[in-house]
């Protein structure tokens, strides 16, 4: 049973910087597909960031170049490094699974995903 459990949350300031990790367990990690959602209040969950068996990552515009997403593959550890954060990124951030098929850039898209965690909140304050 694939299980997923996030953990770093917390509150900070505009600008300020956290980092997100995910231990997963339950399957063979390094051949699935990751991810980073978000969800914030009255809103729809929607995908962060995404990164391939092969290391590659892709993001949402709206966090290119304050977020970074990485993988240990020997420790079944997803992690997510947030800098620069405003007050829009606040929500609740899941971490996700899906299953790799197809060819490259398989996992850019975020209707791959269906394994879930419970998330952990990030409050961001101006």
């Known amino acids: 049973q694939i299980s997923l459990v996030e953990s770093g949350g917390g509150s900070v300031q505009s600008g300020g910087s956290l980092r997100l990790s995910c231990a997963a367990s339950g399957y063979i990690y390094s051949t699935y597909c990751m991810s980073w959602f978000r969800q914030a209040p009255g809103k729809e969950r929607e995908g962060v960031a995404t990164?391939?068996?092969?290391?590659?990552?892709s993001y949402v515009d709206s966090v290119k170049g304050r977020f970074t997403i990485s993988r240990d593959n020997r420790k079944s550890t997803l992690l997510l490094e947030m800098n620069s954060l405003k007050p829009e990124d606040t929500a609740m951030y899941f971490c996700?699974?899906?299953?790799?098929?197809?060819?490259?850039?398989?996992?850019?898209?975020?209707?791959?995903?269906?394994?879930w965690g419970q998330g952990t909140q990030v409050t961001v304050s101006s």
């Open positions: 996700s699974a899906g299953t790799r098929g197809g060819g490259r850039g398989y996992c850019r898209s975020f209707a791959r995903y269906n394994y």
């Open positions: 990164i391939d068996t092969d290391g590659s990552t």
